[in-house]
């Protein structure tokens, strides 16, 4: 198979789990408390109008950044609800689970909208007022940038090597790092067994953390080309420039990407594989089968869709 006809795959770590995604479909597989395997489907929702916005560069990355985050919103709610639920202790009155349905649902959106606005802001407003208390030392446009971005780099490297150091937090990076192998191997053209998935690297060029860090330095760049004073106009500035940044970011993540396989271009995504250094961990072999698992699963659902059918799904 040649590498201009290889289809594309991304995923997702989970909770004892992977999600694995083409073009129309998402598949995941989830290790339950009794060490059976679980699968959960949800299709690729092609809205006309989104398809047209995804076509025009510096936008298409604002909607596939929300198209990902709310399908993956729900294989993480199905990852949480049942990996730790004994098999056929799951709630099964119908009624409940359709008085329930759209107040979950509506429950499951809100939690990821608020987690990315908090992430955001947070990431994004801090530095700007801790830049802001060291005026006096440093003085003058380009510093403040400079410094604002270093605030910022340290911030989120910081929070992602703690946040790591919690046990729960670990396995899913180990998880990451099965999904990240998992498709190396397959773009690699080897049979998915745990032996040859786990000679892959964990870190991959598509990978969200890499995007992730292309942020601090792309909103570097363009704040350059923005006012620091006054400080009023600088925090405006710094909200209203947010899908600025992230549309930008997007693009450099795809460059990154088709430049991968050229010697002398392949440095630039560089700095967001040794992000993923970070953000992904050795999985074990079960972990490996699992990601595996889901890989697998999906293909056979994009080759026979009828077996959606033996999948739990999304009937939102």
């Given amino acids: 198979m040649s590498q201009s006809k290889t289809p594309i795959y991304g995923g997702q770590a989970l909770v004892e789990g992977?999600?694995?995604?083409?073009?129309?479909?998402?598949?995941?597989?989830?290790?339950?408390?009794?060490?059976?395997?679980?699968?959960?489907y949800a299709e690729r929702k092609?809205?006309?109008?989104?398809?047209?916005?995804?076509?025009?560069?510096?936008?298409?990355?604002?909607?596939?950044?929300?198209?990902?985050?709310?399908?993956?919103?729900?294989?993480?709610?199905?990852?949480?609800?049942?990996?730790?639920?004994t098999p056929g202790e799951e709630v099964v009155e119908q009624e409940q689970e359709k008085s329930s349905k759209l107040q979950m649902w509506l429950g499951v959106a809100a939690i990821g909208v608020l987690s990315f606005l908090f992430a955001k802001f947070v990431f994004t407003l801090i530095p700007v007022f801790i830049a802001q208390a060291f005026h006096s030392v440093f003085p003058g446009h380009v510093a403040q940038v400079l410094l604002e971005s270093g605030i910022k780099l340290i911030l989120l490297l910081g929070y992602i090597y703690f946040v790591s150091l919690t046990p729960l937090i670990k396995r899913t990076f180990q998880y990451h790092g099965s999904e990240h192998k998992?498709?190396?191997?397959?773009?690699?053209?080897?049979?998915?067994?745990?032996?040859?998935?786990?000679?892959q690297s964990r870190l991959h060029y598509r990978c969200g953390s890499s995007f992730i860090l292309f942020t601090v330095f792309v909103g570097m760049i363009i704040y350059f080309f923005v006012p620091t004073d006054p400080f009023w106009l600088r925090i405006v500035d710094r909200i209203l420039l947010i899908p600025v940044v992230l549309g930008v970011s997007f693009e450099v993540l795809q460059a990154t990407n088709a430049c991968r396989h050229i010697p002398f271009l392949r440095f630039l995504g560089y700095p967001g594989l040794w992000l993923q250094l970070l953000t992904t961990k050795e999985p074990s072999d079960d972990q490996v089968e699992i990601a595996i698992a889901s890989f697998n699963k999906l293909r056979e659902v994009e080759e026979n869709p009828q077996l959606i059918e033996t999948l739990h799904t999304d009937q939102g």
């Fill in 182 to 199: 998992v498709i190396n191997c397959f773009e690699n053209n080897l049979p998915l067994t745990v032996e040859n998935v786990q000679k």
């Fill in 46 to 85: 092609q809205m006309k109008s989104l398809q047209r916005l995804k076509k025009i560069p510096f936008i298409r990355g604002i909607v596939a950044i929300i198209e990902s985050s709310a399908n993956g919103s729900k294989h993480l709610q199905f990852s949480s609800d049942r990996y730790d639920v």
């Fill in 18 to 40: 992977v999600m694995m995604g083409g073009g129309k479909h998402t598949v995941s597989a989830i290790r339950r408390n009794d060490g059976t395997v679980d699968y959960y």
